[in-house]
Nanobody, 123 residues
Framework: QLQASGGGSVQAGGSLRLSCAAS????????VAWFRQVPGKEREAVSC????????YTSDSVKGRFTISSDSAKNTVYLQMNLLKPEDTAVYYC??????????????????WGQGTQVTVSS
């Protein structure tokens, strides 16, 4: 199971760090991605990192503001979110796939999901 945490409410320009910890799989074998979803819209990929082959993905909408990283000793993947904007408001989910990061990760490809953590950015 994946456990996502770190969400909260911040003002625009602020920062948050999301964490995704795994209890029954080893991230070094997986692509781990962060997705986000707002009501009425599809779940979209934000960023992905794969220790399997070093592949990464970052959405153009967050490039330069969000950074994904992993700590193999803690079996945890992080999403550092800086310069947050109101449009970043969403429920953020982490997900894992026994593979690499594709050029554009799609939610249906992933079969291990965390419970989601709410991020709210006020203007």
């Amino acid at each position: 199971q994946l456990q996502a945490s770190g969400g909260g409410s911040v003002q625009a320009g602020g920062s948050l760090r999301l964490s995704c910890a795994a209890s029954d799989l080893t991230f070094s074998d997986y692509a781990v991605a962060w997705f986000r979803q707002v009501p009425g819209k599809e779940r979209e990929a934000v960023s992905c990192i794969s220790a399997y082959d070093g592949s990464t993905y970052t959405s153009d909408s967050v490039k330069g503001r969000f950074t994904i990283s992993s700590d193999s000793a803690k079996n945890t993947v992080y999403l550092q979110m800086n310069l947050l904007k109101p449009e970043d408001t969403a429920v953020y989910y982490c997900a894992a796939l026994l593979s690499y990061c594709s050029p554009y990760p799609l939610a249906y490809e992933y079969d291990n999901w965390g419970q989601g953590t709410q991020v709210t950015v006020s203007s």
